[in-house]
């Protein structure tokens, strides 16, 4: 499987995030602006992540090893466990900040700077975000759609910070004046209750993965396949065992004949294995099947 688009997508969005990360940190600490560096900080991690991600990229395309026999499929779900844990955490830290900064009496900023400052990062996040979505799609790359989403997430961050920079700036010298200390600590806490779902659902799914949890859907398609076929067969029975991990499914089969019957040449088993796979459909590049015949059932 020839991964070097994807490959080439991380590596571009690992050096535009970098600029991104360390140009938001740099003005969130000259500003002391909890939300800005909270989003270049969440930036520079991310480009940790995404290196990881193109790692894995690499080598699941490999053919395995010694002691890798089925190959480096189930590092997937779990660089995408890790990922998702750990953008889990840095947004629960960032709720944790924003408290503080508010039980503290929040700080003065200048907004007129950070509303335009926020605007040029949430115009460049949210491009990247949506061209990392289309091209997610078109190679059906769990790892692109995931770092689609690190970017939606930054470009959220951005939105919301021109929004409440914007609306303090506004206010400024009104009546409503000395609220605006607590604008900055205030969208912060938001956005991390807001984007907090986020990395939680790429956990839970990843976690299915990792647990080798059976998709429904596939497993109700082989049930389905399998059922039909042993009726137009006239097998005995049979006994289906699927999992998914990464972009590899691995489909397991065991079918219960009757000890006496023959089953022709080898030509024909394999028409059946054939006719099977056809029927249940998918990519046979990234799939596992393996389909058995037995007299015995405490071979199923």
Known sequence: ?????????????????????????????????????????????????????????HLVTSEGSRRFQFGYWHLEPLVLVFNAAVLTVICSYGGFTALHGLMTGGHELAFGFGAGWAAVMAVASLAMALYMRRESRALGSALLRLDAKGWFIGGAISLAVLVGFALAAAIRGGP???????????????????????????????????????????????????????????????????AKMGRMRFIDIHILVESTRPLGEMGDVDAVRSDIARRIGGDIRAEWLTIMFTGRREWM
């Open 1 to 57: 499987m020839d991964n070097s688009r994807e490959q080439r997508q991380l590596r571009l969005s690992i050096g535009i995030t970098l600029l991104v990360g360390v140009a938001c940190v740099t003005v969130g600490l000259l500003m002391r602006s909890q939300a800005i560096a909270f989003d270049g900080f969440y930036s520079l991690v991310d480009v940790v992540l995404t290196a990881g991600s193109l790692a894995v990229s």
């Open 176 to 242: 409503l004046d000395p609220w605006t200390r607590y604008i900055d600590s205030s969208i912060l806490l938001l956005l991390t209750l807001a984007l907090l779902p986020l990395p939680l659902g790429s956990l839970w799914q990843a976690l299915r993965e990792v647990l080798q949890l059976a998709p429904d859907a596939l497993d109700q398609r082989v049930r389905e396949v399998m059922t039909t076929l042993v009726q137009e067969r006239g097998y005995l029975s049979y006994a289906s065992y699927v």
